[in-house]
């Protein structure tokens, strides 16, 4: 049964070779595209009744944006979604974007005609048991991984956050103290507390770590403009 397709994957090669394979199999492919960040205009103005959609991470925030739009747009469409060896919570994210089914990589070709099958004739193109697990993610989501950069920025007030951003920039306690308009003193009795609370032995790990965690991150919105101090009194009084 011949199906209009169209094969869109962030790897040109793999979307070639598989809308390839298919033709071979007297299915029509409208386009094999590349990469999947242009798929939904592409799908939204060909309309093909399948599309299979390749990603090489879908846990990634954002992954299926693209097949929420084609579902809007063009809901006839069925998506099919091609990834690595699946997570219930990748799954679960595809389905919830719209897919209508979900087929590794590396599955042989029958497997992939029989989701396309599938998917146009309305149903789950998926194995059951990766469809149990993706409805359970989806009824009782697991919780978020720990945020280390978050954690450690709700450990510092924000007089330190700022502190913390200007060691990063590798300003000394001089200049810490010039730009905050408060004693030396006062400065390097900040940096110690941030070193002891981040628990770090010197200014350069400090630095490192909130890199790593993408800590300056979070803390650039909070903080001063990088060229404005905030000249206002600290917790001690001192100004």
Do not use: W
């Not at 709700?154 to 103290?177: C, K, M, Q």
């Amino acid at each position: 049964m011949s199906v209009r397709l169209m094969v869109v994957d962030d790897h040109r090669l793999l979307a070639e070779a598989l809308a390839s394979a298919l033709k071979l199999r007297g299915h029509r492919v409208l386009a094999a595209a590349a990469p999947t960040t242009g798929a939904a205009e592409l799908v939204v103005s060909r309309a093909p009744e399948v599309c299979l959609f390749g990603t090489a991470a879908p846990a990634e925030p954002g992954a299926f944006d693209p097949i929420v739009r084609i579902r809007r747009e063009r809901p006839q469409v069925a998506v099919v979604v091609l990834g690595p060896v699946p997570s219930p919570r990748g799954i679960a994210a595809a389905f919830a974007a719209g897919a209508a089914g979900y087929v590794r990589h590396d599955e042989r070709m029958e497997g992939v005609e029989r989701a396309v099958a599938r998917a146009r004739a309305g149903e789950a193109a998926v194995a059951p048991q990766l469809l149990q697990g993706a409805f359970a993610e989806l009824l009782n989501p697991a919780a978020a991984p720990d945020d280390e950069g978050q954690r450690l920025l709700e450990l510092l007030t924000p007089r330190e956050v700022e502190v913390l951003v200007r060691v990063a920039e590798g300003e000394d306690t001089r200049l810490i103290a010039a730009g905050m308009r408060i004693a030396s003193s006062t400065a390097r009795t900040h940096v110690q507390r941030v070193l002891m609370k981040l628990g770090v032995g010197s200014r350069l790990e400090a630095a490192a770590l909130a890199a790593r965690t993408g800590l300056l991150d979070r803390a650039a919105p909070l903080g001063r403009p990088l060229d404005e101090p905030l000249g206002e009194k600290g917790a001690d009084g001192i100004g």
